[in-house]
């Protein structure tokens, strides 16, 4: 009783202090001084990596990559005059790293004698966890949607077959393009359900796509989306067929 | 019988579902067609689709907040607009719900002072005439320069602490690229959705879709009051450190 008492007492006696200090118009009472968020330098430019970020691909070479179809072996795409080009024979390559939720920055480039239509038409694919081989995972679809189109959910910055972008902001065939994304993975429970599901924003050479969109599971060709149990998973590129360059892919971890 | 074909029922249901989801094309949706924008050339430049709030020029699309008829404006000189402390905030003609906004600041060279006073401006993301003015995005000298966490350059005026300090020195022009997503209130006034906000300070990730709990007051507890579409503010801070300057305001509607 008297504990109860003391406790009433207690806790009253601290909101009135703070509503006093409010009505007194203490700022004090609000103001948060650990933890510290941490110092980063920014690049010079938005797309030139922060201090903190881990830099995928710089133009030299690829080791930190590795092919898909063969675990462990050197990912055979073509590095030459500071890009990275899709070797289609040599199918996908991903991240040797795993990771969860990150920023990340990437270009990407349509060759400017890109041919074809629809989906044949300049087609490669950034997966944002690689659960498994082949084109297993989530993809944001990367696509020649310059004066082409196709299906909604399928063309540039959408979650593929899933959501469809906010605006097409493709550019020329032959000229760079950005993509600044924000990965949360989701998250699984010990039983292997969904305690969170996955969400995504996409920018695509500075303009919104995706604005935090939850991910209803996997990107599929075929089928209705699902979740299964995983865990901190590579980045992935994907090998359509058509020949794009990569460069300046830089992630920072969350 | 009748019962065995009842029960038999959501077993066809099921199969036939199956069934349907052999085919791409089953989940391949043509309409509504996102709306085509040119991206600007680089990160900097507006897309063909944006409001531009200052290009250098003119104020045309901002008055006075304590009078917005005939209200004393900032300063316009070198292409950028400098904060006039004695005129008081400034915010944009239009009102705007969700969107997208760019913004470039620069603190002077010869910024003196410390803690909150030094450089202190802010960008209000829907001005509010009662309380605290509205959300406030805050705009501070934070290179070498330390305040309470949830004041510093990129948080949510006390209540969001950013993610990380991405700050440059003094004298650098700084990039502020925003997605907010206005709040929303039901027609009794009563809340039902929470105002959600995503920033990049130079390129770095310092607020992820953070949800916010009301406006941004300096003292007390943030509260929501009902409100629509509301001007862009800027803030003309007390504080006796020199006056900051903006260029490049443009913002897209979403």
Known sequence: MIKKITLVFLLSGISSAILLAQEKGDPKTTEVYSPVPKVVTPGNSPEAAPSDAIVLFDGSNLDQWTSVKTPGAPANWTVADGMLTINKFAGNIQTKKSFTDYQLHLEWRIPANISGTGQGRGNSGVFLASTGPDDDGYEIQILDCYNNSTYVNGQTGSVYKQSVPMANACKKPGEWQTYDIIWNAPRFKTDGSVKTPAYVTVIQNGVLLQNHTELTGQTLFIGTPFYKQHGPEPIKLQAHGDPLSYRNIWVREL | ?254
């Open chain 2, 1 to 254: 019988m009748r019962k065995n074909l009842v029960l038999l029922l959501p077993t066809l249901v099921i199969a036939s579902f199956c069934f349907a989801q052999t085919k791409p094309e089953e989940t391949e949706y043509y309409t509504p067609v996102p709306p085509v924008v040119t991206p600007g050339a680089d990160f900097l430049t507006p897309p063909s689709d944006a409001i531009i709030l200052f290009d250098g020029k003119n104020l045309d699309e901002w008055v006075a907040t304590k009078d917005t008829v005939s209200g004393k404006k900032w300063t316009v000189a070198g292409n950028m607009i400098t904060v006039d402390k004695t005129a008081g905030d400034m915010q944009t003609r239009r009102r705007f719900m969700d969107f997208q906004l760019h913004i470039e600041y620069r603190i002077p060279e010869n910024i003196t002072g410390s803690g909150q006073g030094r450089g202190n401006s802010g960008i209000f993301l829907a001005a509010l005439p009662w309380g605290a003015g509205g959300y406030e995005l805050q705009v501070l000298d934070n290179y070498k320069n330390t305040t309470y966490v949830n004041g510093q350059v990129g948080s949510m005026y006390k209540q969001a602490v950013p993610l990380v300090n991405a700050c440059r020195k003094p004298g650098e022009w700084q990039t502020f690229d925003v997605v907010w997503t206005a709040p929303r209130f039901n027609d009794h006034g009563i809340l039902h959705s929470l105002a959600r906000v995503t920033v990049f300070h130079n390129g770095v990730l310092v607020q992820n879709n953070t949800t916010l709990l009301g406006d941004t007051p300096n003292m007390g507890q943030p509260a929501y009051r009902v409100h629509g579409a509301s001007p862009i503010k800027l803030q003309a801070h007390g504080d006796k450190s020199e006056p900051i300057s903006y260029r490049n305001i443009w913002v897209r509607n979403l």
